[in-house]
């Protein structure tokens, strides 16, 4: 039904701008920083080694530890909100 489809797009988008700090926190990046022995740490060591000692601007880690401390700006949250809601209409189509 098309109703209940639109409703999961809703309950989807809605739910991943809910969840995403929370998500962001769990796996390390904090508003303290990244945490000590987390994933989070992991990936900024990767990335680290990959670019010399240093995590380039802009990259995946510097994005997600810059929302971790400062949440998602308008711009990623609608980023996340259309990625949620867009998960969530193919699961409703598809189930």
């Known amino acids: 039904c098309v ?3 639109y409703m999961a797009v809703a309950a989807g988008a809605g739910g991943a701008v809910i969840s995403a700090p929370i998500v962001l926190g769990a ?3 904090t ?3 990244i945490a000590a022995g987390s994933y989070a740490a992991t990936m900024m060591s ?3 080694i990959a670019n010399g000692g240093g995590v380039a601007a802009g990259s995946a880690v510097a994005v997600l530890q810059s929302a971790g401390m400062a949440g998602l700006s308008t711009t990623a949250s609608a980023a996340v909100a259309g990625a949620g809601g867009s998960v969530a209409g ?3 189509v598809l189930i």
């Open 90 to 92: 193919l699961l409703a």
């Open 46 to 48: 990767s990335a680290a």
């Open 27 to 29: 796996v390390g990046f």
């Open 31 to 33: 508003s303290a920083g």
């Open 3 to 5: 109703s209940v489809t």
